[in-house]
């Protein structure tokens, strides 16, 4: 059957033939019709992540949507489904193939109607973004949110997630106008270019700052950034406002000042997918579902054939989803 290989750790992924698995004890087998390329993916498959270097040749991608092939009583053939896998964090087979095999407890069955590309497009990113707000980061109704990195999924989505849980003011801040704008679209109060592209150059920390405080001091940061961003985005949180680190899109270190963090009690909090249990994922998954079925989240998002991987697998912009 047809499926992205990753060959060697650092190479991008090739489009190749896997045998067809067949469903063990505990599994079920999935048709899948999308899977996303997420950082994730690219990280693992770069060998440089703190997982170390995955075995090779595997098929990447962490998480999937499809139907159900062969299943059990509670998830019958048919039952349209979004799954997750370790693709890259442990030894195995991810979701980038015709066909995928999934333990029970990694399988979300989806309600009817739900676009299979968009849940893809969303998926981990979005499950991300609604827990940084709210298991982490303790969102209350009428905080004032900044999100960085609002021209990505989580930041998309975290901005559409906190609009609907009531959040006060939204301040979006991205890299170029084409991604502020389309922050405003998705319901931010105000957006902030964080500089970096042809016509603004890379502020420092103070000037950074300066334009994230144009709405005033905000109650949490959703940070998939760090870096410059991340120790800027400490100096507008409120005394004891919260900042949620959840990647290093920016860079792996930060120039925090201990000056910021103790003078206002600053909370500087971590998050990752990975510490969820199946049953919390479960739920955050189908709270993004709800949220898109009613028509309140959405992320840019491009469907490519998978065959195509090797062209899209380092792509800068929208959300690539592989149609096996
Ligand atoms: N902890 C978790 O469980 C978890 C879950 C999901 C994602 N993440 C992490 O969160 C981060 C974002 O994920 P995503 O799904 O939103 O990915 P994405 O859709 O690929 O977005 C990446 C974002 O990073 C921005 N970016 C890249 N380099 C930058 C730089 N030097 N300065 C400022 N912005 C920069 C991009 O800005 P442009 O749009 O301007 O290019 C884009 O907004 C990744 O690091 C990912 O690994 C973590």
């Known amino acids: 059957m047809r ?12 489009s190749g033939e896997r045998p067809e698995p067949t469903r063990g004890e505990g599994e079920v087998l999935v048709a899948v019709s999308a899977a996303p390329i997420v950082p994730l993916d690219r990280l693992c498959a770069s060998g440089t992540s703190y997982f170390g270097v995955p075995p090779t040749p595997y098929v990447p991608g ?12 509670d998830l019958p053939k048919g039952t349209p489904v979004w799954f997750a896998t370790s693709a890259g964090m442990q030894p195995g087979d991810g979701s980038m193939r015709a066909v995928a095999a999934v333990p029970v407890h990694d399988v979300v069955a ?7 590309v968009l849940v893809a497009a969303l998926g981990l990113s979005a499950v991300a973004a609604w827990m940084a707000l709210t298991l982490r980061g303790g ?20 901005i559409q997630l906190a609009r609907s ?3 006060g003011r939204i301040v979006a801040a991205a890299r170029g106008e084409r991604s502020g704008d389309r922050a405003l679209a998705l319901g931010a109060d105000v957006a902030v ?4 592209t042809a016509s603004d150059d890379v502020p420092d920390v103070a000037e950074l700052a300066d334009r994230l405080r144009v709405d005033g001091p905000v109650d949490l940061v959703v940070d998939p950034l760090f870096g410059v961003p991340a120790a800027a985005a400490l100096r507008v949180l409120r005394p004891h406002g919260r900042l949620v680190n959840l990647g290093g899109s920016a860079a792996e270190t930060s120039p925090i000042d201990s000056s910021t963090l103790r003078s206002r ?5 971590g998050y990752t997918n990975n510490d969820l249990t199946p049953e919390q994922r479960a739920g955050a998954l189908t709270h993004v579902v709800d949220e898109v079925l009613a028509g309140r989240l959405t992320a840019a ?19 690539i989803v592989l149609i096996p």
């Open 265 to 269: 009690s600053l909370r500087l909090l």
């Open 62 to 73: 962490v998480q999937g949507v499809g139907l159900v092939l062969d299943g059990s009583a």
């Open 193 to 196: 270019s964080l500089g970096g």
């Open 165 to 167: 849980a009531g959040a």
């Open 301 to 319: 998002h491009e469907p490519v054939p998978l065959v195509d991987v090797t062209g899209v697998w380092n792509h800068a912009g929208d959300r």
């Open 110 to 116: 989806l309600p009817p109607g739900a676009d299979p």
């Open 3 to 14: 499926a992205a290989l990753i060959e060697s750790p650092g190479s991008p992924a090739v």
């Open 139 to 158: 969102l209350t109704a009428g905080e004032r949110v900044l999100v960085l990195g609002a021209g990505g999924v989580v930041g998309q989505a975290a």
